[in-house]
């Protein structure tokens, strides 16, 4: 069974995804860009700033991360 999609901000994915190894790049309006290389290549990420991500959104973002909710979940602790 998959575990369950928290509801949480642009600014609490932001945070997570830092301690992922992921770096802010540039901001365009309520769009944050995030990117991390390893592994030979480089990984890009596009985070709203809204107040709460809708699931769809969120599971884009840890799926586009190559992280598993598990792990998006210990990231958010």
Do not use: C, W, Y
């Not at 995030?34 to 599971?59: C, M, Q």
């Not at 598990?70 to 990231?75: I, Q, S, T, Y």
Request: proline fraction near 4%; aromatic fraction near 2%; charged fraction near 30%.
């Amino acid at each position: 069974m998959s575990e369950r999609l928290p509801i949480v901000s642009g600014k609490d994915v932001i945070k997570a995804l830092s301690k992922a190894g992921f770096k802010v790049i540039r901001q365009k309006g309520s769009h944050i860009r995030l990117e991390k290389a390893g592994g030979g290549k480089v990984i890009k990420l596009t985070v709203p700033l809204h107040p709460t991500l809708k699931k769809g959104t969120l599971r884009r973002i840890i799926d586009g991360a190559e992280l598993t909710v598990k792990d998006f979940l210990n990231l958010l602790d």
